[in-house]
């Protein structure tokens, strides 16, 4: 059986929504028609970071107009928890106390959205205050309590390795949260039909909802179905924290007998709903007059909030990236899930990765100016070399970073540029300017898979019709990164067929039954080997069916585009699909895949946890006011692998937009608590995420395209959602860069994230100060 590739490969196909999503007329969970007699509901927030509950007036909710019913804990029929890791510390509504401001804590029930809304907030609690800890550092001074264990990564003796090194530097860099900011909200209709829930929302994970549903209801999981269409983004916000809100409409839907819907604003959401995990890391790193390192220790002090949610997963790979490129001989690095009275940080797109990696980078930085060096120097003195293990003892076997620095080295023109932002500070230095250029070029290597080893499979359905139309169902989600445009392309080579052919329809539990979350920048990789072998099994019989109706051998058989050519013979695929019905042969098959090689032992701290490693690389060149703090992004210029791109237009726009975000968390956005306890950025109005015009003024994106991953993976591709964003960090470092040139860059400007104005602006202000205090013996 042999395939010809169509002579006009859609690898470069529009994303199979995009003209909706333009136009306006996508459909997304709150497009969909309410059933007659819908109700809605709406959450209770709590209103003190941690209390007990001594009393609640709810009879001025339930007067209001419209109201139907108001839920609390009580009312749940089944398990009062939404924990994802069955930890029983995530209630779906409160019951006798409260940890974060803004916890919900009760639902109400109304005809319309704006009735519930506005009866939540007639609600009169009574609180006793209990002490709080909002930071890291606050609950490690309370006592330091975990969520979760944490882990320790060890590999040689770094205490000695320290000790021995001829020169060392410590430090401690605060890292800082994200919100998802996804465009379209949380939401879920639930819809009670006969004995099944049917849930509709907006989820990375439709198994764990029904599952969270089913436990709510006290239900078995084949009564609850739940579908998803697409998603308005997501980025990880909407791998757990959609479970809460799936539940409440659930709960209420079968109570009532009624479909009911829910969608807070994005006030409520922003408030009630987990964000990237921000983190204080000591560090420590011994190193040689070269810059070479050979020791490192760190201590990652994480905000996980008030419930365990994803926080061992996230803490863990924040670890097994902090190394990111550069190899360390001897290493120890430890891990706090510290528990805080905040909202439960979740999974955010890097899911920890991120702030490993910037680490990496600060001791890099730290390095280059204690020793004299350009900071580019010092990274590829420390660049991993294949059979070099990670502090996990996973060898690095396919590093390309080498080749990857020297093309976009070249084509950025970046040693002219570094000494023309050198030449321009110097000027600017005599002429009395407050304006500085920095520059920088930073790598990322990011591992790919889920370390929760069981959750590296996937399942999907292929249907072939009479006609020749091909419906195809899998267990991944879109969510605007055009997982469904991919996997119609995986099917339509399969077949040779035209993408016209096929159809991608929603994500639902009744199709593909236990899914894993479409994250991890997995959803190709198993969603498409997945979709490939149910592909490859309906092939297989129509070959063998042709074979016995032309008497001919699997050899004597080819597909080509839109039709399979038996010897001599060419006929159109719809036809030989017509034919092997008649002859009652299955046009349908279900495909699995489970990613090999992969293992992980979390107590030993070694093993296989990813499949292999994407790289890539970005230089960023800033201006900076050092009178202001404010800066602007003037060029960028990025290298990365995709591996084959299955689909380059869709790789590059997941790349840009990986970049942006990146930059955003380090640069823009900001989250900030008060004393309270109450998150102060929870608007639009609040919390700034870049902008149009805070993209850089130049912008070159380009794909390593000569890269083929030495994984089988599904046509040597590589993932692509996740590893762009950690290329944000090189505008990170470039305004480092721009600001140390106010010491004649002989000091670490040891800035924090996300580099504010003000932060920059208190950097600056320290660097005139001539308090250069290296912290190097």
């Given amino acids: 059986m042999k395939h010809e590739t169509l002579s006009a490969r859609p690898a470069d196909t529009p994303h199979e929504s995009a003209q909706r999503h333009v136009t306006g007329t996508a459909d997304y969970t709150d497009d969909l028609a309410l059933p007659q007699g819908a109700l809605h509901a709406y959450l209770g927030l709590s209103s003190v970071a941690h209390g007990r509950i001594l009393s609640m007036e709810l009879s001025a909710v339930r007067a209001a107009p419209g109201v139907i019913d108001v839920l609390t804990a009580e009312d749940i029929p089944g398990r009062n928890d939404v924990s994802p890791i069955g930890a029983g510390d995530d209630p779906i509504l409160a019951r006798g106390e409260v940890h974060f401001h803004g916890q919900p804590v009760f639902a109400v029930i109304a005809e319309t959205r704006d009735q519930a809304r506005r009866a939540a907030v007639l609600a009169r609690i009574e609180y006793e205050a209990l002490p709080h800890a909002l930071d890291p550092l606050a609950a490690l001074e309370s006592g330091g309590d975990l969520v979760v264990p944490g882990m320790t990564l ?113 006030d409520d959401d922003m408030i009630a709903t987990g964000k990237r995990h921000d983190f204080v890391v000591d560090y420590s790193v011994g190193f040689d007059d070269s810059g070479r390192i050979l020791a490192v220790t760190g201590d990652w002090y994480a905000r996980c909030g008030f419930s365990a949610d994803l926080s061992m997963a996230v803490t863990d790979r924040a670890l097994f990236h902090a190394d990111n490129a550069y190899f360390y001989p001897d290493v120890e690095l430890r891990s706090y899930p510290l528990r805080t009275n905040t909202v439960s940080n979740t999974a955010f797109r890097g899911f920890g990765g991120p702030q490993g990696v910037i680490v990496a980078e600060r001791i890099i930085e730290e390095i280059a100016y204690a020793t004299g060096q350009d900071t580019l120097t010092v990274r590829r003195a420390n660049l991993y070399q294949n059979g070099q293990p990670t502090p996990y003892h996973q060898p690095v076997e396919d590093m390309i970073l080498p080749r990857i620095f020297d093309e976009l080295e070249s084509s950025c023109d970046y040693a002219a540029r570094q000494q023309a932002v050198l030449d321009f500070n110097a000027r600017m230095d005599g002429a009395g300017s407050p304006i500085r250029r920095g520059i920088a070029m930073t790598p990322v ?4 898979s889920f370390t929760a080893t069981h959750f590296n499979q996937a399942g999907a359905l292929v249907h072939i019709y009479t006609d020749g139309s091909i419906q195809l169902n899998h267990g991944g989600c879109e969510m605007g990164q055009g997982l469904h445009t991919k996997i119609a392309q995986v099917v339509a080579e399969a077949f040779q067929v035209g993408l016209e052919r096929i159809r991608v329809t929603k994500t639902t539990t009744e199709k593909v039954p236990n899914t894993s979350a479409t994250a991890a920048s997995s959803g190709t990789d198993l969603n498409g080997m997945a979709a490939l072998d149910a592909a490859n099994q309906i092939k297989a019989r129509l070959v063998d069916f042709l074979c016995k109706a032309k008497d001919a051998t699997p050899e004597e058989i080819r597909f080509i585009p839109d039709h399979i050519v038996v010897r001599d013979e060419t006929i159109p695929f719809s036809q030989a699909v017509q034919m092997a019905y008649m002859a009652r042969v299955q046009l349908s098959a279900a495909g699995f895949y489970a990613t090999p090689k992969i293992h992980w032992n979390r107590a030993q701290g070694s093993g296989r946890p990813f499949y292999y490693f994407a790289y890539g690389a970005a230089c960023a060149e800033v201006s900076v006011d050092t009178l202001t703090g404010e800066y602007v992004i003037e060029r960028a210029d990025v290298l990365h692998d995709v591996g084959r ?61 000569w890269s083929v991953n030495r994984e089988p993976t599904i046509r040597r591709s590589k993932a692509v959602g996740e590893p762009p964003f950690m290329l944000g960090i090189s505008v990170f470092e470039a305004i480092g860069h721009a600001v140390a040139s106010l010491a004649d860059y002989r000091e670490c400007p040891r800035l924090d994230a996300p580099a504010t104005p003000e932060r920059v602006l208190m950097a600056a202000e320290r660097l005139r100060g001539g308090a250069l205090g290296l912290r190097d013996r």
Avoid at 230 to 247: A, V
């Fill in 645 to 705: 791109s299955l689909n380059p237009a869709i790789d590059i726009g997941q790349i840009e937009g990986g970049f942006v975000q990146g930059a955003g968390w380090l640069t823009s956005e900001e989250l900030w608590w008060d004393d309270a306890g109450r998150l102060r950025t929870h608007a639009p109005s609040t919390y700034k995420i870049p902008l149009a015009s805070d993209r850089p003024k130049v912008f070159n994106v380009a794909l390593a395209d």
């Fill in 154 to 266: 060890r590999r040689g003796d770094a205490a000695a390795g320290l000790g021995a090194a001829p020169r060392r530097l410590d430090g401690r860099f605060t890292i800082g949260g994200q919100d998802h900011f996804y465009l379209e909200g949380q939401i879920a209709l639930a819809i009670p039909n006969e004995e099944e829930m049917a849930v509709f929302t907006s989820t990375q994970h439709p198994t764990e909802v029904q599952h969270m549903v089913a436990h709510a209801l006290d239900v078995p999981a084949n009564a609850v179905v739940v579908n998803v269409r697409r998603m308005g983004g997501g980025f990880g916000g909407k791998e757990t924290q959609m479970n809460l809100f799936c539940c409440v409409a659930a709960i209420a839907a079968r109570k009532w007998n009624r479909a009911v819907k829910l969608r807070p604003d994005r």
């Fill in 445 to 448: 290597k990011f591992g790919i």
